[in-house]
């Protein structure tokens, strides 16, 4: 087997959401490194342009590589939705053929094949819904589908904020609730990696019929095929290591994360991206 194999699986997200994609992860390929990046100076990317998406991701890319990452998951909706073709061209450029997995196509395959009516919604933040991208793959996958989209563009924040969930917070998520209702969605994606965290909440409003597809659904089948396919997965018994990184406070990530993760945090590095794709 090739030394490749033992390399870590890259993961980043914009701060500490993607930690909900890692615990599908650790779960489901337990052998495997997982080395992530919680890009939490630049936090939200719910608002960020394309342009900014993609700077972003190919440098945190770069960043991954550079400590030996033998494929990359983008754990962020916003991110996948702007920027896995710009990573997967930029890779390709510069001749490195590495694997790059975004979040979006594997939710709404899920989706898609959860739905008995053909009536899916999505919750996401405003980037996400206004790249269109999760209309475009749920229509390559079934053009009879009807995708309920709604931008959320105060959900992710209030979550990675460390809530709490009071009145005020609960009557916002009840207002993105209500087109889907209106909508008889059957289906609901969390298009955010941070929604799992509120999924009971969401279920009590939109009712237990619907069923709830979060983002990281799908991914760990997705990573598992492409690794195999090369000849990566990592051979060894027994469970892998995973470290962290982060670009702003190390111990607020730390608290947070240790929620999102469901698992202890061990080693944080705090890591300085440089001033170019910088807010």
């Known amino acids: 087997m090739a030394p490749l194999a033992h390399q870590p699986i890259g993961v980043f997200d914009s701060g500490v959401g993607g930690l909900t994609v890692l615990h599908e992860l ?7 490194d997982y080395l992530y990046l919680g890009d939490t100076a630049r936090f939200p990317y719910g608002d960020r342009t394309q342009d900014e998406l993609r700077a972003y991701s190919i440098e945190i890319s770069e960043h991954l590589l550079a400590a030996g990452a033998k494929l990359l998951v983008i754990a962020c909706n916003s991110a996948s939705a702007a920027a896995v073709d710009a990573v997967e061209r930029h890779l390709a450029a510069t001749a490195r053929d590495v694997d790059v997995i ?3 196509r594997p939710a709404a395959q ?3 094949v959860a739905s008995h009516t053909g009536r899916i919604g999505l919750l996401a933040t405003p980037a996400t819904v206004g790249s269109g991208a999760y209309e475009l793959a749920v229509a390559s996958l079934d053009r009879h589908v009807h995708l309920e989209s709604v931008a959320c563009p105060d959900l992710a924040p209030i979550i990675q ?4 969930f009071d009145e005020t917070v609960i009557e916002t998520v009840r207002a993105y609730c209500v087109p889907l209702r209106e909508a008889q969605v059957d289906t609901v994606i969390l298009g955010s990696t941070h929604y799992p965290l509120c999924a009971p909440i969401l279920q009590r409003m939109l009712g237990r019929g619907v069923t709830l597809v979060s983002a990281g659904t799908g991914v760990t089948r997705t990573v598992e095929r492409a690794l195999a396919s090369r000849g990566l997965l990592n051979p060894s018994a027994g469970e892998g290591s995973y470290r962290f990184m982060c670009t702003a406070d190390v111990e607020s990530f730390r608290a947070l994360g240790t929620r999102f993760l469901q698992m202890p945090l061990g080693e944080i590095a ?6 170019r794709a910088a807010a």
């Open 102 to 104: 975004g979040v979006l």
């Open 270 to 275: 705090h890591v300085e991206l440089s001033a």
């Open 26 to 32: 650790l779960v489901s390929l337990p052998a495997e």
């Open 110 to 112: 899920v989706a898609v």
């Open 161 to 164: 904020g460390g809530f709490p």
